[in-house]
């Protein structure tokens, strides 16, 4: 089965409105990395972040390793955070293992 | 630093010709991926090298696609022959060690194929 769960699909915020993505993942990962990307366009690394929280400009991962899961907190949303963002595992096999993805739109 | 650079950006093919896609890993790195995306399939893995060698290859693409390493700063991507199905968008992607290190991937080439 799927061994990273993304949620939500998708999701539509207001300019300025915070989001909250979730990555679930089955199996124990030794490097978890989150990816945005605009249509169109290629993947864009945001964070590395196996374990504990990390914060980057408006971006805050909290991973829980034991608990298989990662968040990433987009805080006062802008248009230009609209795309699609992905969560990737390496489950101790050196494999990129993607999530299905969260499609964000952010309206003016 | 440079990043990872594919060229070219854009490759259009007549069904049956012969294409070659590039990459440049970013200086220092020892893992490199090659993927292909499109809207239905998502990301599926080609190829994934470990320094130059082969590690995996994407099962299901064995058969025309081939990707090579020849040293630690290039890689291409031979599709021979090409079939329209094969129209997306290929990504290379590069790591020092995946495992421990952050994954960068280059824009991309996309591939129409006629």
């Known amino acids: 089965g799927q061994q990273v769960q993304q949620s939500p699909a998708s999701l539509v915020l207001q300019e300025g409105e915070n989001a909250e993505l979730q990555c679930n993942f089955s199996?124990?990962?030794?490097?978890l990395q989150w990816f945005y990307q605009s249509p169109g366009g290629s993947l864009v690394s945001l964070l590395s972040?196996?374990?504990g929280t990390k914060h980057t400009g408006r971006l805050t991962s909290t991973t829980v390793t034991k608990e298989r899961r990662s968040s990433l907190h987009i805080s006062s949303s802008q248009t230009t955070d609209s795309g699609t963002y992905l969560c990737?595992?390496?489950?101790?096999?050196?494999?990129?293992?993607f999530g299905t993805g969260t499609r964000l739109q952010v309206l003016p | 630093d440079a990043g990872v650079t594919q060229t070219p950006r854009h490759e259009v093919a007549e069904k049956g010709q012969t294409i070659i896609l590039k990459c440049e890993p970013v200086?220092?790195?020892?893992?490199l991926f090659w993927y292909r995306q499109t809207k239905i399939q998502g990301l599926e893995l080609l190829s994934y090298f470990r320094s130059k060698s082969l590690m995996e290859d994407g099962g299901a693409f064995k058969d025309r696609f081939k990707a090579e390493m020849l040293n630690s700063s290039f890689s291409t991507l031979k599709i021979q022959p090409t079939e329209p199905k094969d129209s997306a968008v290929y990504l290379c992607?590069?790591?020092?060690?995946?495992?421990?290190?952050?994954?960068?991937f280059g824009a991309g080439t996309r591939l129409s194929v006629l």
């Open positions: 972040n196996p374990s």
């Open positions: 199996s124990t990962a030794t490097q």
């Open positions: 990737a595992i390496d489950p101790n096999t050196n494999k990129v293992v």
């Open positions: 992607a590069s790591s020092q060690d995946w495992g421990q290190n952050t994954l960068y």
């Open positions: 200086s220092g790195h020892n893992d």
